[in-house]
């Protein structure tokens, strides 16, 4: 890749970062005076005083210096991109379209419509209807995960009947494997 697009890249990325950086110093201030989401008008001057004062226990601690160095990081990619000659000028509507049309742009749009399914879609339905063993509370999260998986695999590989068994093959063996390791050995509570 030239080095002109890498600064480009680079000049987009960094505002990106900033902007994210930005939301999340602002949620994490909000915990800091309000860590457990009440209405500010709930929440009593002395509260907030003890969380001023007890500011290093604060929750929100470690996502603020996160964030606060990712917007600083951002600034500085920012300024080296500029420095080395990145201009929005390359932001015309041919190219725009040409983006659009673009496999990559479809790979993009392909992969966020399957995470916003597997989140919002697959792993819901599954904890409703497949809530078979209630001893086994990941089944629900082990089946969604193989069908997430799977959809997965199949889409973005050759679509030969060898190749869809080794897909599904493989997608049940990481569900099962991720489920055991997040579940039982970590006892992270699944969704």
């Not at 709930?42 to 969380?51: G, N, T």
């Not at 489920?179 to 992270?188: D, E, K, Q, S």
Request: glycine share 4%.
């Amino acid at each position: 890749m030239e080095k002109s697009t890498l600064r480009r890249a680079d000049l987009v990325f960094s505002i990106i970062l900033m902007i994210i950086s930005l939301f999340i110093i602002v949620n994490s201030i909000g915990i800091f005076f309000n860590p457990f989401g009440r209405d500010f008008d709930d929440v009593q001057a002395e509260e907030i005083k003890k969380q001023i004062v007890q500011w290093y226990k604060s929750p929100a601690l470690l996502p603020l210096i996160l964030a606060a160095v990712l917007f600083l990081l951002g600034v500085l990619l920012l300024v080296h991109a500029r420095k080395e000659g990145a201009r929005f000028d390359f932001i015309k509507k041919d190219k725009v379209v040409a983006f659009v049309k673009s496999k990559e742009f479809l790979a993009f749009v392909l992969i966020a419509a399957l995470l916003a399914a597997y989140v919002f879609a697959i792993l819901p339905v599954c904890r409703e209807y497949l809530n078979l063993f209630p001893k086994f509370q990941g089944f629900p999260f082990l089946i969604g995960t193989f069908i997430f998986m799977s959809a997965f695999i199949i889409i973005f590989n050759k679509k030969t009947l060898k190749k869809i068994l080794i897909s599904l093959l493989v997608a049940g063996c990481a569900s099962a494997a991720i489920t055991y390791a997040f579940g039982n050995l970590v006892l992270i509570p699944l969704p």
